[in-house]
């Protein structure tokens, strides 16, 4: 049976190498890879490269995949208030799915409640991510990537092959 990975990107301002190098680790692997917005067509990344989402997160049915993935990107704050974003989140958890996010993707599992006491990493070149973190009760790592359980965190770009490969070593 083929293993599916949902990843969720900003309609606009997506990290272009936080998706591409996941996205082509886990395909090069028989992963299918399923790209997801706040609404169905073109997305632009950060960098003006494009990428299609094939379904709207509202339309999401968190059973069809084994990996919920968000994707980082100056454009991906716009879902740290999302009630989709967060019910999609909450739903992975308690499904017993992976849930991941890279970059700043961290603070919307944070603000969906679901990493309580967890050990995570977030993009934190401003210094205030991590205290986003902690005040929703993670505990922060400053690392590249931070495994806890099912949950994997990745801090940026440069992190975005080890947090593919960390995805996929969750997905045999």
């Known amino acids: 049976m083929t293993k599916t990975a949902l990843f969720i990107v900003a309609q606009k301002g997506y990290q272009p190498r936080e ?7 886990l395909e090069d692997s028989g992963v299918e890879v399923i790209t997801a917005s706040k609404k169905i067509g073109k997305c632009v ?3 003006e490269t494009i990428t299609e989402a094939t379904i709207s997160i509202s339309d999401v049915d968190v059973s069809d995949y084994d990996a919920i993935v968000f994707i980082g990107g100056p454009g991906a704050p716009v879902y740290q ?6 019910l999609t989140a909450q739903e992975a958890i308690n499904r017993g799915k992976i849930l991941a996010a890279i970059c700043i993707a ?3 599992l944070a ?3 679901v990493l309580e006491g967890k050990n ?20 922060f790592v400053d690392k590249a990537v931070v ?4 949950i994997i965190t990745a801090n940026g770009p440069k992190a ?6 960390e995805i996929l070593k969750q997905l045999k």
């Open 19 to 25: 998706y591409g190098v996941p996205k082509k680790v």
């Open 45 to 47: 990344s950060s960098n």
């Open 81 to 86: 208030k999302d009630v989709e974003a967060h």
């Open 106 to 108: 961290p603070t919307i």
């Open 111 to 113: 603000y969906a409640d």
């Open 120 to 139: 995570v990493t977030v993009w934190n070149e401003d210094n205030k991510q991590a205290e986003v973190m902690t005040k929703n009760g993670a505990k």
């Open 147 to 150: 495994v806890d359980g099912k």
């Open 160 to 165: 975005a092959e080890e947090f593919a490969k």
